[in-house]
């Protein structure tokens, strides 16, 4: 039942999207968001969203795996959607109830900042959709190597996410095999209040820290059998390299924020 | 005479090593010598030290007197230990907690990486590792969907990657079912016998150190018996007052020449068995 979770949801795949670089995919969506933070009007906003669906049919992702991740944020959408309704007081005003007033203003903010969240979310999606874990660290500690500088251990935790990523589906294997070990012992983990609910999970969490403690010293031990020492003079089996693909890709996102940062100036 | 690669002097250890009041000595004056190119199997009952000896190998614990050779380097010196950790690999007992990476030529690839070895020869490092452990058709699978004999052959490839002269195995086939327990077994004589790498296993099922060139039996931190399988199994009295088993066929020889039938205890194999008996059976009366 656990194993069905897929943590960042990594379509498997071999469309333009997957094979540019980690790197350009991640400095992508930042100029995607600086964009999308500039964007004032319906012209930006349409120009935003014809990216977003080219990019979303490139790397060949399903319509239905969109919507359904959005469905998680709806609650934060709506209330997002509520506050700027209300809480603008400017424009003309269009409707009024006792202490309720709804301006036009607060419409307008309100449908693009929905519309802004939604894109920000989807964009977010469309990285870890078409990107491996494994490349995103990769791509992550490759970009910020240069923090090193700073005494930034960022070797250290590009580490520990991957290795944090490996041990999910064995940690989650094991959990399996500890409630069923306690539900065959007769917990009830499904019924009673949500307190209870939350207490009958002690029993499964004590056994899985210790088991992890134990994981994490051995696989230490094991990691210096293979002469781990740290990031310095490591190679690497695959090495990063920016394609043509890339820099066109890197390109079109840096003219994205310049259009829309032009149409923000004609209020467009 | 082969030379030896791993060479322990008068080695002692004692657990926990920094000098608690309540540490107690697992192994004093041990001196133990590995030939370069043999196959040895280590056994011994839990607790008697054999994992804390091959803990020693490759320097992860250092002893509190003594010294371990490994190549004529002392794995005390902390300059060499890279160097030492190179030449003796070692596979542990459990596949899922030495893997580092969820690709499988990504964690084979993962010993050169640290070694600085250049992209192409990891590449060409990883490609032959797992091709050797008959894996190459998994490199790009997760482990965690792969059989226990099939994770723990790429425990073994990741340690090949570095090249080694030996490798060392603690108990690398107590959580295998006894198919991955033969394909590990398969694989690692192999290694000893086509590619000349030095292989101690450590163990506690006795069928597996049959095929070793030499035996060592530890018991309460000392060495009990050594030598060929032959010499050390036919020792039923002693290995039984150690709290260990003997292979099921010198069991039965064992049993049977108590019931006074003439056969020799040293017949390891069961083809051998089978023909022992059948040689007492068809002597005429």
């Known amino acids: ?268 | 005479m082969a030379e030896p690669i791993i060479v322990t002097e008068n080695l002692g250890f004692t657990y926990p090593p920094n000098g608690e009041k309540l540490a107690f000595p697992v192994f004093e004056n041990l001196s133990v010598s590995i030939d370069r190119g043999s196959f040895t199997a280590v056994i011994g009952p839990n607790g008697c030290g054999k994992s804390t000896l091959a803990k020693h190998f490759n320097g992860i614990l250092l002893p509190s007197g003594g010294r371990v050779l490994v190549s004529g380097m002392d794995t005390s010196d902390e300059n060499l230990l890279l160097e030492i950790r190179r030449t003796v690999g070692m596979v542990f007992q459990n596949p899922d907690n030495q893997i580092v990476s969820n690709v499988v030529e990504e964690d084979v690839a993962f010993a050169p990486e640290n070694l600085g070895v250049p992209t192409a020869e990891i590449r060409s490092r990883v490609d032959d590792a797992l091709k050797t452990v008959g894996m190459y058709e998994y490199r790009e699978h997760a482990p965690h969907l792969l059989s226990g004999g099939q994770k723990q052959r790429i425990a073994i490839a990741g340690v090949l990657a570095m090249q080694p002269t030996c490798i060392v195995l603690d108990e690398p086939t107590a959580m295998l079912d006894p198919r991955g327990r033969e394909e590990v077994i398969e694989t690692v004589s192999r290694l000893n016998r086509e590619r000349g790498i030095t292989v101690v296993l450590i163990t506690h099922h006795m069928s597996e150190a049959v095929n070793a060139d030499r035996v060592i039996v530890m018991h309460q931190g000392g060495i009990l018996l050594d030598g060929s399988p032959r010499e050390v199994f036919t020792q039923v009295q002693t290995l039984r007052e150690a709290g260990l088993d003997v292979p099921q066929t010198t069991e039965l020889l064992y049993e049977l020449k108590n019931l006074g039938w003439d056969v020799p205890l040293d017949a390891l194999s069961e083809a051998e068995c089978a023909a022992a008996i059948l040689k007492v059976l068809r002597r005429p009366e």
């Open chain 1, 1 to 268: 039942m656990l194993k069905d979770i897929t943590l960042g949801q990594y379509f498997p795949g071999n469309t333009p999207v997957h094979r540019l670089d980690p790197r350009t995919k991640l400095l992508l969506l930042v100029l995607y968001m600086v964009a999308l933070f500039c964007a004032k009007w319906f012209v930006s906003y349409a120009l935003m969203l014809v990216f977003l669906i080219t990019v979303t049919a490139l790397g060949r992702i399903p319509l239905r795996s969109m919507t359904r991740g959005l469905k998680p944020m709806l609650i934060f959408i709506i209330l997002t959607a509520v506050l700027n309704l209300f809480y603008t007081r400017e424009g003309k005003l269009l409707f009024e109830w006792k202490f309720i007033h709804v301006y036009s203003k607060g419409v307008e903010t309100a449908f693009f900042m929905v519309l802004r969240i939604m894109m920000l979310i989807c964009g977010t999606f469309l990285l870890t959709y078409t990107t491996s874990p494994i490349a995103l660290t990769d791509g992550l500690e490759s970009l910020l190597s240069p923090l090193k500088k700073l005494k930034v251990p960022v070797h250290e935790l590009a580490m520990m996410m991957s290795i944090a990523l490996r041990f999910i589906p064995t940690l989650i294997e094991e959990t399996d095999k500890i409630m069923s070990a306690q539900k065959a012992r007769g917990a009830d983990f499904e019924t009673g209040s949500l307190i209870r609910r939350a207490k009958a999970l002690i029993p499964i969490l004590v056994p899985l820290f210790v088991s992890a403690f134990r994981r994490a010293d051995e696989l230490a031990t094991a990691m210096e059998c293979r002469c781990y020492h740290g990031g310095e003079g490591r190679t690497r089996l695959k090495v990063l390299r920016f394609a043509p693909a890339d820099y066109a890709a890197l390109a079109i996102g840096v003219l994205l924020v310049a259009a829309v940062i032009v149409l923000r100036h004609f209020g467009l």
